[in-house]
């Protein structure tokens, strides 16, 4: 019994693209085959899957994709109230394969006929048992023993041999060749032949034309080349109120977050979580180590290293956007397609409407016997009357000017499953004041956009409609 693994992702890779497993096996053409795929939680014997797939129609290999299964294994992890830093388990998994295999017992004999007692005994290593139903099928379709061939029972069996319930003297060549099983097509099961641990899925999609050239090395942060675990530019615009959690994946040491700023002030945030996938905050608004105003940018970076100047990632650069500061502007943070948390501000005109809902009936106005002894009624009194109000209310918002990449970027806010919404005012004096309100939970009701390049038009900027995802109550 042999199995090889033929493919399988790489170590680290985004669980909503393939992860798939191929293997091939020896016994690929028994009866009955089936590959047997048992996915565990990474280091633990808790089964999380199991799936039993026939062999491929062309080649026998077992071929299984474990995205789906993976995909319900994770979330996401957001702290808006995080200023530093926080371990994001929920948006990766890691996992463990082992593969194994089952089909239908059966063992072949090959001119090992001979007498027992006056009964037929097949000398063949096997696992029968007495009592057991076989069912014997000779290479001569039962010609030459037409009373071996068929439904027996075994009298009696060894570890070599079996002896079942067919006289001797009707065996007429001790030369034929067969097969035994059980008659129930019972199927021997072996588990965990191939074991493939310590996979890692995050919570990622890639796009088509990006995926096949996927390579998990490009986030291993060991060289300023290296990328964080966002789509966001190297290059953006934020308000100073705008924030930011972008996640990385990191070694599980303590590591540290560079900033600098255009003033030439540094300044550092240390890591410390144990996982995988550590969640920094980074934006203009709550990178928690400097305030940003007077400053016309920042960058930030991984650093593998204990003292400043080790760069073990690329660069991301924020430019502090100021303009239209006097204006009440909203915020829109937004999971990417890469598990991080960005976002986009709406610095220009908004309108806020709402749709309400109601049901309306007619009931009868019951009115009084008034002193006179004439019926009648009070004015006040409804005839139509509304139950189960609902408000659901929108937001029409409206973008500055950005750049192409910047618009590019704005379509995983238009895509994305998970989306808040911050209002956020300034006081502008010796000290800028950025006064917040809480995120809320809103979903986009815009469903087409473009994607703008500059060669077609030069200023560029976004709308989108936004509802709460929650209702207010109404009164009654």
């Not at 911050?422 to 809480?438: A, M, P, W």
Request: proline share 2%; aromatic share 12%; glycine share 6%.
């Amino acid at each position: 019994m042999s199995q090889t693994l033929i493919a399988s992702p790489q170590t680290f890779s985004p669980a909503y693209n393939p992860l798939k497993f191929i293997v091939d096996s020896t016994n690929k053409n028994n009866s009955g085959f089936r590959y047997i795929f048992d996915i565990y939680e990474s280091g633990t014997t808790n089964k999380v899957g199991e799936y039993k797939i026939l062999p491929r129609y062309n080649d026998g290999y077992g071929e299984q994709d474990l995205s789906k299964l993976i995909q319900n294994l994770m979330s996401w992890d957001l702290d808006t109230s995080s200023t530093t830093s926080i371990a994001a388990p929920k948006s990766s998994y890691e996992f463990d394969v082992k593969v194994g295999e089952e089909y239908v017992y059966q063992v072949t004999y090959v001119s090992n006929l001979t007498n027992a007692s006056g009964n037929v005994q097949i000398n063949v290593s096997n696992s029968f048992a007495a009592g057991d139903q076989i069912v014997i099928a000779q290479t001569d379709g039962g010609v030459a023993n037409p009373q071996l061939e068929g439904l027996h029972t075994v009298i009696s069996a060894t570890g070599s041999a079996i002896v079942v319930n067919v006289l001797w003297s009707t065996i007429t060549s001790a030369s034929v060749d067969g097969v035994v099983k059980y008659a129930d097509n019972r199927k021997t099961i072996t588990r965990d032949i191939i074991e493939a641990e310590n996979y890692i899925a995050y919570n990622a999609a890639f796009r088509w034309t990006d995926w096949s050239t996927y390579d998990e090395d490009n986030y291993t942060l060991n060289s300023n080349t290296k990328l964080w675990l966002t789509n966001q530019p190297q290059s953006f615009r934020m308000t100073p109120g705008q924030d930011a959690w972008l996640n990385l994946r990191k070694p599980k040491t303590t590591q540290t977050v560079r900033f600098e700023t255009s003033d030439s002030s540094t300044y550092s945030k240390t890591l410390t979580q144990l996982t995988e996938i550590v969640q920094v905050a980074v934006g203009a608004g709550n990178n928690g180590l400097f305030l940003t105003d007077g400053l016309d940018w920042f960058d930030f970076w991984f650093d593998n290293s204990s003292t400043l100047g080790q760069q073990d990632s690329v660069k991301y650069r924020v430019y502090i956007d100021r303009r239209n500061l006097l204006n009440e502007e909203y915020h829109i943070v937004f999971l990417d397609r890469m598990g991080s948390w960005s976002s986009f501000a709406f610095q220009l005109k908004n309108y806020e409407r709402g749709d309400v809902t109601r049901e309306v009936f007619n009931r009868k106005v019951e009115g009084f016997v008034n002193g006179s002894d004439n019926w009648t009624y009070s004015t006040e009194d409804f005839g139509f009357n509304q139950i189960n109000l609902n408000v659901v209310k929108n937001l029409d918002l409206n973008t500055d000017w950005m750049t192409e990449d910047m618009a590019r970027y704005f379509e995983e806010l238009m895509t994305s499953p998970q989306t808040f919404l911050k209002k956020v005012s300034y006081i502008c004096g010796d000290n800028l004041q950025v006064v917040e309100s809480t995120y809320q939970p809103v979903i986009l009701n815009t469903s087409s956009y473009e994607v703008y390049q500059q060669r077609n038009k030069n200023l560029i900027r976004q709308n989108v409609n936004v509802r709460f995802a929650n209702q207010d109550n109404i009164n009654g």
